[in-house]
């Protein structure tokens, strides 16, 4: 079974700190990767995708996501974290087998953003 | 806005209780995911529809059910609600790939049902 795995559940940084979010996902086929954002009192948003070609993908407000396939980890990233990145933060990974798909978000990271 | 609507925004019941919520997908898409999000369990994935069919279930109680009806819009159904059923729920909806039924995966969720069972 797919598992998605996010192994840091509330993270705490200030403003200008580099920000990386670890996102590791179990298995074995072709898979779809996302990361999602959730501002406080808000609904999910996509923030970045990766489906193929370049393993770094850039998504909105500067962050970014490396796939390392060897690794099955898709860790989200920005180099200068401002107050108004305080949110949640999910991985997600979407597989497609047997005529069906399925998508499995992981915990959630909880960042805040001290000014 | 992300083109999913839910209603209502608010639900505020009693136990033992029975209720509905609905989403209506963004137009043209045909898959609809059922996601509950609480504190204790973060965010649950429920069931998912495609076309009218379920594709995939997740963490579903047996006294949840949902359908999506053939204007694609979808039900989630909740019956002998207990405290514990507090929670947001979010639909979300995803677009389709070339072949009919695979999805890429993105989702565009709505804005949420709040249920508070009392």
């Known amino acids: 079974a797919q598992s998605v795995s996010q192994h840091n559940h509330h993270v705490i940084l200030s403003e200008a700190a580099s920000l990386e979010l670890g996102c590791n996902y179990s298995y074995g086929g072709t898979v779809n990767l996302f990361w999602y954002v959730q501002y406080p009192g808000q609904h999910l948003q996509l923030l970045l995708k990766?489906?193929?070609?370049?393993?770094l993908v850039k998504g909105i407000k500067g962050f970014e996501a490396e796939f390392i396939k060897s690794k099955f980890s898709f860790n989200l990233r920005k180099p200068s974290v401002q107050w108004s990145d305080t949110a949640e933060y999910f991985c997600?990974?979407?597989?497609?087998?047997?005529?069906?798909?399925?998508?499995?978000f992981g915990i959630g990271t909880k960042l805040q953003v001290i000014p | 806005d992300s083109g999913v609507t839910q209603t209502p925004k608010h639900l505020i019941t009693a136990t033992g209780q029975r209720v509905t919520l609905r989403c209506s997908p963004r137009s043209g898409d045909l898959s609809v995911y059922w996601y509950q999000q609480s504190l204790d369990q973060g965010l649950q994935f429920l069931i998912q529809y495609y076309n009218g069919e379920e594709r995939a279930k997740g963490n579903i109680l047996e006294r949840f059910s949902a359908q999506q009806f053939p204007d694609l819009h979808s039900e989630l159904n909740l019956s002998s609600l207990e405290l514990g059923d507090s929670a947001l729920y979010f639909c979300?909806?995803?677009?389709?790939?070339?072949?009919?039924?695979?999805?890429?995966?993105?989702?565009?969720f709505g804005p949420g049902t709040r249920l508070t069972v009392l």
């Open positions: 979300a909806s995803s677009g389709q790939g070339v072949l009919a039924g695979v999805g890429l995966g993105e989702q565009f």
């Open positions: 990766y489906f193929s070609g370049d393993p």
């Open positions: 997600a990974v979407n597989t497609y087998s047997g005529g069906y798909q399925k998508v499995t």
